[in-house]
């Protein structure tokens, strides 16, 4: 994870979060005072993961960690006070919201900060795999809509025009979707 937003009411917790962060090889940390803050910063860019301490000045925070958690792959931490932690554990944990009783020690919040990368890695992978695969079926329509024109138009077999393509991206080095785009081109008009 590469950049981190902490938000906290509380600059001694703010401050030390992100000297603690700083230490560990952490250098892109941005800080928002309450939720109104963090989330005119969220309009702008994203984050890999967002600690927010609780209470905040303008609302208790795990709203603003559900939003945050809803928006895509950041990673969100949730620092509560421990007579809370079951409560708004059970509130947040189905949006994927890692949850920290204070006072946090360094050792039980490495541990989350590891398992919070971990479950980041995993989903930018799976992110990644998805858009391939949304790509893949896009390729797959787009040929299938130049073979119909085939059809209609060359009064071709599917087999025929699905060999057609085949063979002229073959031919011509290129990938079968270009060829479909060249014959979309030429009869769809």
């Known amino acids: 994870m590469d950049s981190i937003l902490i938000v906290s009411s509380s600059l001694k917790v703010s401050s030390s979060l992100e000297e603690l ?3 560990n090889s952490y ?3 941005v800080l928002a005072k309450n939720a109104g803050e963090a989330k005119r910063i969220l309009v702008d860019r994203d984050f890999d993961l967002c600690i927010v301490n609780t209470p905040l000045t303008d609302e208790f925070g795990s709203n603003l960690a559900i939003n945050i958690a809803n928006r895509g792959t950041t990673q969100v931490m949730l620092i509560v006070k421990s007579e809370l932690e079951d409560e708004i554990s059970d ?3 189905d ?3 890692f949850v920290i009783a204070k006072p946090v020690n360094r050792q039980l919040f490495w541990s989350a900060l590891k398992l919070a990368s971990a479950a980041h890695n995993r989903i930018k992978g799976l992110k990644k795999q998805n858009e391939q ?3 893949k079926i896009e ?3 787009f040929v299938d809509r130049a073979k119909c024109v085939l059809i209609e138009y060359l009064k071709m077999s599917e087999a025929e025009a699905h060999r057609f393509i085949e063979k002229q991206a073959m031919d011509m080095r290129v990938t079968k979707r ?3 785009a060249r014959i979309l081109k ?3 008009k």
């Open 95 to 97: 949006f994927g919201i």
């Open 91 to 93: 509130k947040v944990e």
């Open 133 to 135: 695969l949304q790509k």
């Open 21 to 23: 962060l700083r230490f």
């Open 178 to 180: 270009e060829i479909a």
């Open 27 to 29: 250098n892109e940390i």
């Open 186 to 188: 030429t009869y769809e």
């Open 139 to 141: 390729d797959i329509r």
